[in-house]
């Protein structure tokens, strides 16, 4: 009895401090994407069952086009329900470690950007990789449903950052990583400004108007 005393007073004390610290996070600007489905390009491109089996998304849309230029999109959009681990899970998905996996040698990184689109500010961090000789840059977002001062969080995926995002209560907020691919941008200038025009173009806003 004695033991079974301890772990409901163990969960129940991560439960009540998890609801105590998200309590005092302010509430984020909530947003999807919507892919131009009507673009004669545009290809499905699922994820791999074993990709989805690791990272176990609640949503996940993934596409490829060609828009006009030349240039090749590929999306990748996924979101995690609130949950104790849905930070960590989004934490798993990074250009980092998966571009290397798919033959790809990463040639720069360049610091978090921030792009604005339909009323909802975005942070990228942007990266240029290449694969048998041509480039392909890369953005990538990882957004919490509710932030701590910001709304996009960093890569760090150690120990420490996992308990430092326990610690605040950030961890089991909502999670959504969008990943932005371009192929065929003369450079990263290039690429950025073709984000932005794309981001007016796929972002949605669902933010709710306060009442009055």
């Given at each position: 009895?004695?033991?079974?005393a301890w772990l409901v007073l163990v969960e129940g004390g991560t ?13 984020a600007a909530s947003w999807s994407v919507e892919l131009p489905r ?175």
């Amino acid at each position: 009895m004695t033991l079974v005393a301890w772990l409901v007073l163990v969960e129940g004390g991560t439960a009540f401090w998890y609801r105590s610290q998200e309590s005092r996070l302010p509430r984020a600007a909530s947003w999807s994407v919507e892919l131009p489905r009507d673009n004669a390009t545009f290809r499905e491109s699922p994820l791999s069952e074993a990709a989805k089996g690791l990272l176990r998304p609640d949503e996940v849309i993934s596409a490829s086009w060609t828009e006009t230029g030349n240039l090749q999109w590929r999306v990748i959009y996924l979101r995690w329900n609130p949950g104790r681990v849905a930070g960590y899970l989004a934490a798993l998905h990074t250009p980092q470690i998966c571009m290397p996996g798919a033959g790809f040698t990463l040639k720069a990184s360049s610091p978090v950007k921030l792009f604005a689109s339909q009323g909802v500010q975005l942070r990228f961090r942007g990266y240029t990789f290449e694969k048998d000789g041509f480039p392909i840059h890369v953005f990538y977002c990882r957004w919490e449903d509710r932030p701590h001062k910001e709304t996009s969080v960093g890569e760090d995926t150690s120990r420490l950052a996992l308990l430092r995002s326990v610690w605040t209560g950030r961890i089991t907020g909502g999670q959504r990583v969008l990943e932005v691919a371009i192929r065929g941008a003369a450079d990263q200038q290039e690429a950025e400004g073709a984000l932005a025009r794309e981001l007016d173009k796929i972002i949605i806003s669902n933010t709710e108007k306060p009442k009055h």
